[in-house]
Nanobody
């Protein structure tokens, strides 16, 4: 099994920035896509961004487009989410996900999940 661990979350004021990291326990050559999801209290888990193995394709939710940037470093088994111009609506637990086939913005596509990292944006 591939284990994923998120880091980089924290408390930031509105307008600030954070960079989240996702570390895989080992290289996952069979997983074409990796993604970030988030879940706020009382809400369903929602898609944030996804990236292909080669990083040639990226996808973003409308709510974060232009503010967040997804990237990956396969040699280091790492994926990142640069979050700029944060607002209180971005407050959530952020999860990294990997593997599987299907619709990339659906959680059920992914075989592996991290434990999540808390991002809190104060107004």
């Amino acid at each position: 099994q591939v284990q994923l661990v998120e880091s980089g979350g924290g408390l930031v004021q509105a307008g600030g920035s954070l960079r989240l990291s996702c570390a895989a326990s080992r290289r996952t050559f069979s997983t074409s896509y990796m993604a970030w999801f988030r879940q706020a209290p009382g809400k369903e888990r929602e898609f944030v961004a996804a990236i292909s193995w080669s990083a040639s394709s990226t996808y973003y939710a409308d709510s974060v487009k232009g503010r967040f940037t997804i990237s990956r470093d396969n040699a280091k088994n790492m994926m990142y989410l640069q979050m700029d111009t944060l607002n209180p609506e971005d407050t959530a637990v952020y999860y990294c996900a990997a593997g599987g086939t299907g619709v990339l913005y659906k959680p059920q596509m992914y075989n592996y999940w991290g434990q999540g990292t808390q991002v809190t944006v104060s107004s």
